[in-house]
C-alpha cells in the first residue's frame, strides 16, 4: 500500500514536471493543429484536402451526411456567402472531441438559415463540437446564432 | 544534449504510466466534476449555492452581467420554462475552458427566444463553452439552437 502511494506520488511529480515541459499536451496540441489545418483547408476551398480532414462516414448533427454530403454542405455555403471566411475565436481540446467557437463577419447574398439577409453584412458566432475517429472529424454538432443574425436585419 | 533527451524520454515514459493510472486526467476531471455539480445547482435551483460555481464578475457572450444578473437569467428561464431541466450530453474538458452540449426538453409557458411557442413541448440543444477562473465559471459563451424550436413550432 505505501510503494502504491509512493508511487502515486513519484507519478505526479512526473506528470507536473513533464507538464511543464508541454510534453502532457502532445495529444490535445496534436488534435488543435489538425484542426487549423482542417480550418485552412476550408478557407482555401481545397476540396480534393477534405478528404485528409474528414472521415469517409461522418455525421453532422446525429444524421451521417457521409464526406461527399458534408463537401457539397460546404461548397453551398460558400456559393450563397462568396466572402465566408472561418475563423477561429477559441479551441477546448480533449481528445477524441474538440470544440470550437468560430466567428463570421460576412454578407449572404440572399436568404441564410431562412432570413432575408440579401447581402447584408453580418456578424455571427457558430459554437460546434467534433468527435476525431484516426485523426479525422467522425461527428460534428453545431449550433449557428441565427437570432444574432436576426437582431441584425 | 543528451541529458535533455533522456529527461524528455523518462519524463514520456513517466507520463504513459500515469495517464494509464488516471493521474494526468485529475484537473480534466476535477473541472468536469464541479461542472456536474453547477448543472446539479441549477436543476435544484439552489441559487444560495451559485456563487460556489459562478464568479462575482462573470460575462456572459462578452457583457458582465455579474452573478445577480446571472441569477435573475436564470430564475426568469425557470419562470417562462418550469419544466426546464438541463441533461448534459457530452462534456469537453480542457482547463480553464470547458465546453457542454446540453440538450432541453421543455415546454415554455408563451413567447421563448422571440418565438411564440405557448406551451408546446420542445426540443433543442445548446452548445456552451466557459472559462473558470479559481473553480468558478468567469466567462460564458452560448448559443442555442432556435432553428431547431422553430422547426417545431
Redesign the interface.
Known amino acids: 500500500m505505501a510503494f502504491v502511494v509512493l508511487l502515486?506520488n513519484?507519478?505526479?511529480l512526473?506528470?507536473l514536471?513533464?507538464d511543464s515541459?508541454g510534453?502532457?499536451a502532445v495529444n490535445?496540441a496534436d488534435l488543435s493543429e489538425v484542426y487549423r489545418g482542417y480550418i485552412a483547408c476550408l478557407n482555401q476551398q481545397d476540396w480534393s484536402r477534405l478528404d485528409r480532414f474528414v472521415d469517409e462516414k461522418v455525421s453532422r448533427n446525429g444524421q451521417e451526411i457521409r464526406l461527399s454530403g458534408y463537401r457539397e454542405m460546404l461548397e453551398r455555403d460558400f456559393s450563397e456567402i462568396p466572402d465566408l471566411h472561418f475563423n477561429i475565436q477559441?479551441v477546448?481540446?480533449?481528445p477524441p472531441?474538440?470544440?470550437s467557437?468560430l466567428l463570421f463577419d460576412c454578407t449572404p447574398k440572399g436568404m441564410f438559415?431562412?432570413l432575408p439577409v440579401n447581402g447584408k453584412r453580418v456578424s455571427f458566432?457558430?459554437?460546434?463540437?467534433y468527435e476525431f475517429r484516426e485523426g479525422k472529424i467522425a461527428q460534428v454538432?453545431?449550433?449557428?446564432?441565427?437570432?444574432a443574425i436576426?437582431a441584425q436585419l
Open positions: 502515486r513519484c507519478l505526479r512526473c506528470v514536471a513533464s515541459l510534453l502532457v490535445k477559441l477546448i481540446s480533449d472531441y474538440l470544440a467557437r438559415l431562412g458566432t457558430e459554437n460546434v463540437f454538432w453545431s449550433v449557428v446564432d441565427k437570432a436576426e
